[in-house]
């Protein structure tokens, strides 16, 4: 890395290692990797508003966006964090990760694949110490949840690497609010293992109207909106479920800035005062959410600063509470957002989230420093470069 710049610690860059693309390639439908016609690069196609364009689509502009390297090579992921400054990156599986397969009646057949998968990310640090580290893939299947124990067991002992796991907000198929997450959330609490949690389902399509459907927004409205409701759904849910009470010490860390959470938090607590059934509930003793939002905000979750703006990271800041500039983390979302045009080698997306935080904190100061690098190395116990 350049040395005139402070070095960047990126917790939010995702990766498809070799197996996930295999399995990927043999499937037909999402998510799924196809060729088109007209198109050297064949296509990922990943996310359920694409659908509708999968059936019908369109020979100028089909479905997804264009394999490249990014997604898969270490060299483009080493390559591309010496451009940006990053010294260190915490890679993670991209969505949807394994949710495709929890389907099969047989829980075991998502345990190989995600022990594949870790195995991938573990060979991938040890090929740049010091320089990557990764969350892992958990085999989360409906009919056992103790499958994920061994799994979870070795991401300590085996995994020398990974400090956390990435999840959906799907969980078992019932959302973070489901009683058999418990299982998962108490063996992750006790390994001290940090859950990111990542959105993939946005929104429904129908919810962005005809013209979204027919593709004429492009996707930004199930990232710009889908994405960040989906993840401040699934925190809510957890959080009135009294998850965070049962298990105080889990840690989660928000993907883009808590979603919505920073700035609806406030109206959550809000609606939890004024709501009449959980007033009754909570008179006739039959379950009070312990601690306010705030309080959950401020010690057991974490966000990224994956929010390309300052007002969303002051935001986040804020809701983090009086020392919430130690509790956001920078992210990149590597290799989403990649730019457009040939021959542009810096990435517009990543200026913008450094950027953020540079006039946010100001260039160069403490807090700057803190959120860009050692927030992630105290948080995460990574080795300083
Ligand atoms: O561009 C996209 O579809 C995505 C995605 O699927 N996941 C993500 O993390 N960022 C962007």
Redesign the pocket.
Same mark, same amino acid.
């Given at each position: 890395p350049q040395t005139n710049k402070p070095n960047i610690v990126d917790i939010h860059t +995702?990766m498809y290692p070799a197996s996930y693309i295999k399995l990927l390639e043999s499937r037909n439908t999402i998510p799924l990797i196809r060729s088109f016609p007209g198109h050297p690069e064949p296509r990922l196609v990943?996310?359920p508003s694409e659908v509708p364009l999968l059936s019908n689509p369109s020979p100028s502009h089909p479905p997804g966006?264009p394999l490249t390297e990014a997604y898969t090579s270490l060299d483009a992921k080493i390559a591309f964090m010496d451009k940006h400054n990053i010294s260190i990156s915490v890679l993670s599986l991209?969505?949807p990760w394994l949710e495709f397969l929890s389907t099969s009646p047989d829980p075991s057949s998502l345990l190989e694949p995600a022990l594949r998968i870790n195995v991938e990310f573990e060979v991938m640090c040890n090929q740049h110490p010091g320089r990557l580290y990764f969350f892992g893939v958990l085999p989360l299947h409906p009919e056992n949840t103790l499958c994920a124990l061994p799994l979870v067991l070795s991401m300590k002992m085996k995994f020398k690497h990974c400090r956390g796991v990435i999840i959906g907000t799907n969980g078992l198929g019932k959302g973070l609010d489901d009683p058999d997450m418990e299982d998962v959330f108490e063996m992750l609490e006790e390994d001290d293992l940090p859950i990111f949690l +990542?959105? +993939?389902y946005g929104l429904p399509n129908q919810v962005f109207g005809e013209r979204a459907e027919k593709g004429e927004y492009g996707?930004v409205l199930?990232?710009a909106l889908g994405?960040p409701m989906e993840t401040t759904v699934a925190v809510s849910r957890m959080y009135l479920s009294g998850m965070f009470d049962k298990f105080p010490k889990l840690k989660v860390i928000l993907?883009h800035g808590g979603g919505t959470l920073p700035f609806l938090a406030a109206r959550i607590e809000s609606c939890i005062r004024h709501d009449g059934y959980l007033h009754k509930k909570e008179k006739e003793g039959r379950g009070k959410i312990k601690r306010s939002i705030w309080e959950v905000l401020n010690s057991q979750v974490y966000l990224d600063a994956v929010v390309y703006g300052e007002v969303g990271l002051k935001a986040a800041i804020q809701a983090s509470g009086e020392r919430g500039v130690e509790r956001l983390m920078f992210g990149t979302?590597h290799p989403?957002?990649p730019p457009l045009e040939e021959g542009e080698e810096e990435w517009g997306s990543v200026v913008m989230n450094t950027e953020a935080v540079n006039k946010g904190l100001g260039e160069g100061s403490k807090e700057a420093r803190m959120v860009l690098e050692e927030n992630a190395i105290k948080i995460l116990n990574l080795e300083k470069p």
């Open positions: +995702h990943l996310l966006r991209a969505n +990542h959105p +993939h996707h199930s990232l994405f993907a979302d989403f957002f």
